[in-house]
């Protein structure tokens, strides 16, 4: 996963097979518990920045170079 486009396309994916039991929910949980501590070290990053009056620079927050989903 590169980016947060990739990681939200991997967790739609994660909650269609989780819907249709082709993943064990266990898994799923693990990885989503993952996703999420990503997400919160991205937001921890971003009030740091802003409580700084920094412009923010994250790679991972930043466009994927294929085409993002609208």
Known sequence: MRDIV???DELA???EN???N???P???KMLTNVAGKIIGSLRVELEYAALNGEEPDIDFLKKSKKKARK
Do not use: G
């Open 26 to 28: 266990d898994q799923a």
């Open 13 to 15: 994916t994660m909650y």
């Open 22 to 24: 082709k993943v064990d």
């Open 6 to 8: 990739t990681l939200r």
């Open 18 to 20: 989780v819907k249709s």
